[in-house]
């Protein structure tokens, strides 16, 4: 596939991280979209703000919070191992279900939440003490680079490549709108933001 202009969505703290790791490995962005609703942890993306409409390669959703219209070239990092894991809170439900891994899923976009060719997944163990703010710590640490080799995966597979991964239809998670979203520190940030 082609993808030398990519087009980010999203503008959340984990997107600047994947940003910055796509950048030190000469990707070229040529933008980004941001969240139309504010999220838990915003990020600071050091790109000028697009629409969909602009020329792109390939669009990388990256904790996007709205769905878009589907076409074979948008690719979404999703922060829980589909299909068992789909749509909001994945890591929350992680933890009330007492899992024992959790991952990352990169798979082509279409009209159903979370569907879509699985290009490649990343799993990454849960221990007994965990919150949901040691998971997205993780989701921090391993998702860059892991979004680096899915591209890299990508530019040598055909849109017929992709079109053959298997798609499950997912199992969707609510959002728990009484939760009491958690905080990074910016000493937390520093230390992720080295460590990807």
Same mark, same amino acid.
């Given at each position: 596939?082609?993808?030398?202009?990519i087009?980010i969505l +999203?503008?959340?703290?984990?997107?600047?991280?994947?940003?910055?790791?796509l950048k030190?490995?000469e990707f070229?962005?040529? +933008?980004y979209v941001?969240n139309?609703?504010r999220?838990?942890i915003?990020g600071?993306i050091?790109?000028?703000?697009?629409?969909l409409?602009?020329e792109?390669?390939?669009?990388l959703?990256?904790?996007y919070?709205s769905?878009?219209?589907?076409?074979?070239k948008t690719?979404?990092?999703?922060t +829980?191992l589909?299909p068992?894991?789909?749509g909001?809170d994945?890591?929350r439900?992680?933890?009330?279900e007492?899992e024992?891994?959790?991952?990352?899923?990169f798979?082509?976009m279409?009209?159903?939440y979370?569907? +879509?060719?699985i290009v490649?997944?990343?799993t990454?163990?849960i221990?007994?003490?965990d919150?949901?703010?040691?998971?997205?710590k993780r989701l921090?640490?391993?998702t860059?680079?892991?979004?680096?080799s899915?591209l890299r995966?990508?530019?040598?597979?055909s849109v017929?490549?992709?079109?053959?991964?298997v798609s499950?239809?997912?199992?969707?998670l609510?959002r728990?709108?009484k939760?009491?979203?958690f905080?990074?520190?910016?000493?937390e940030k520093?230390f992720?933001?080295?460590?990807s």
């Open positions: 596939m082609k993808i030398d202009n087009l +999203g503008s959340t703290f984990l997107t600047e991280l994947v940003v910055n790791e030190r490995n070229n962005l040529v +933008g941001p139309q609703v999220s838990t915003a600071n050091d790109l000028e703000e697009k629409d409409n602009c792109y390669d390939l669009a959703s990256i904790q919070a769905l878009i219209e589907s076409n074979k690719f979404n990092v999703h +829980g589909l068992r894991f789909g909001l994945i890591l439900h992680t933890i009330n007492r024992r891994e959790q991952g990352v899923t798979h082509r279409t009209d159903t979370d569907f +879509g060719p490649n997944k990343i990454y163990p221990l007994p003490n919150t949901e703010k040691d998971l997205y921090c640490i391993i860059p680079p892991f979004i680096v899915c995966l990508l530019r040598n597979m017929e490549d992709v079109d053959n991964c499950e239809k997912p199992r969707l609510e728990e709108y939760k009491t979203p905080e990074l520190s910016n000493k520093v992720l933001e080295n460590a």
